[in-house]
């Protein structure tokens, strides 16, 4: 038999089964492609987002300050709690002076210090329906002192303050939503801050 007939019949059958492989591939990406992707973990995972504000001191009988935080797109919230540290002067008047907490511009928790010094932390729930992508907490406060006949002191001065402290931090309790077949979804879910911070922890761990 001519050789170069049967080389032309090998290089024939070569192409046959490459084309072959190459649709079984195709097929396979396919099926796979059109199946549910998920990105699966734990019921009620926890991630703090810690603000990054450093010790401020808000001085006068009315004070303002903000803080923000993001919620990630993949989370489904359960609840989200603010952790406040903060310190108000040791002269105001426990029963005269208030701390209102808004998020979005929306007021939802006012209180009055503990009748004690330094620093305390008050845990607020923070309502889920009031929460965004990218969130602003707002604190405001009414800081009064009293002068000894009781009469409270409303002119500003340095006595009247408040002391947001660098302990203050927001914390998600979430499920996380399966993943959409789509890259940026991927890219949302394995770039997220919680992944980041969960594989840090787990190398961290593991050294």
Known sequence: MNKSFISKQSGIKRNVINSLAILVAIFIAAITL????????????????????????????????????????????????FNFNYQISQLANRQASDITVSLNGVKFYSFRSKDKTGFQTEKITVPLDLVSGSNRLTITGQVLDQMPDKNYQLQQTPAN???????????????????????????????????????????????
Request: aromatic content about 14%; charged content about 15%; proline content about 1%.
């Open 34 to 81: 059109s199946q549910p992707i998920s990105v699966q973990a734990a019921d009620n995972q926890t991630y703090t987002q810690q603000f990054q504000n450093s010790i401020t001191t808000l001085s006068g009988k009315s004070v303002e300050a903000n803080m923000y935080f993001t919620k990630m797109d993949y989370w489904d919230l359960k609840k989200v709690t």
């Open 161 to 207: 303050w408040l002391t947001i402290g660098n302990g203050s931090n927001v914390n998600f309790e979430y499920q996380l939503k399966e993943a959409e077949n789509t890259l940026s979804s991927f890219y949302a879910h394995f770039s997220g801050q919680d992944t980041i911070a969960y594989q840090r922890s787990k190398n961290s761990n593991s050294r």
